[in-house]
């Protein structure tokens, strides 16, 4: 009988949770129209917020707390695609947070419709709360544009890598 008792509060636990909670489900997808037109998904539930960048065109509040941003500007004269997170996003960052970054991570990378891009991830620590954030970028040069996909999380990593990955033109 208490087999039988677990196994109903274990089938109701799951039935609740997949009812109760579909963004952990299912996805969304941003549209831009560009120049140049592309795709980012990310999970359903996510929150539009108030942009804080001139060049963003998507800022979202993930379900959990955490942000992502998805930016789209003139390329920086004289910055490789290889070199953008380093060279240009992290001093922007390490300026907006009066923080000291380290690039931890910058590689090539090929999205799924064929584009080449760059992964890079940047640590850093949040001076307000001294929380060890690491920044996930994926940026790429199409048409003459930077596009960019971010998130600054502190934890659950490959879901935001997932989302800043999930960049298609």
């Known amino acids: ?5 677990a196994s109903l509060f274990i089938v109701l636990a799951l039935t609740l ?4 909670f579909p963004a952990l489900t299912s996805a969304a997808e941003f549209s831009y129209a560009g120049p ?5 998904t990310y999970p359903a539930g996510s929150t539009d917020e108030e942009k804080t ?5 998507l800022r979202i509040q993930y379900p959990g707390g955490f942000f992502v941003d998805v930016g789209v500007s003139p390329i920086p004269e004289g910055v490789a695609l290889k070199d953008y997170a380093e060279k240009s996003y992290k001093p922007g960052l390490e300026k907006g947070q009066g923080t000291t970054a ?6 090539e990378i090929t999205l799924a419709d064929g584009t080449k891009a760059y992964y890079s991830e940047i640590s850093w620590t949040h001076p307000p709360t001294n929380t060890p954030i690491v920044t996930m970028i994926v940026s790429a040069y199409k048409d003459g544009k ?4 971010d998130a600054h999380p502190y934890m659950d990593y490959g879901k935001y890598e997932k989302i800043v990955k999930s960049l298609k033109f």
């Open 1 to 5: 009988m208490k087999k039988i008792a």
């Open 17 to 20: 949770g997949i009812t109760l």
């Open 36 to 40: 140049p037109a592309f795709t980012v």
């Open 53 to 57: 960048e001139p060049e963003q065109v």
């Open 102 to 107: 380290k690039m931890s991570e910058n590689k």
């Open 146 to 149: 930077l596009v960019y996909v």
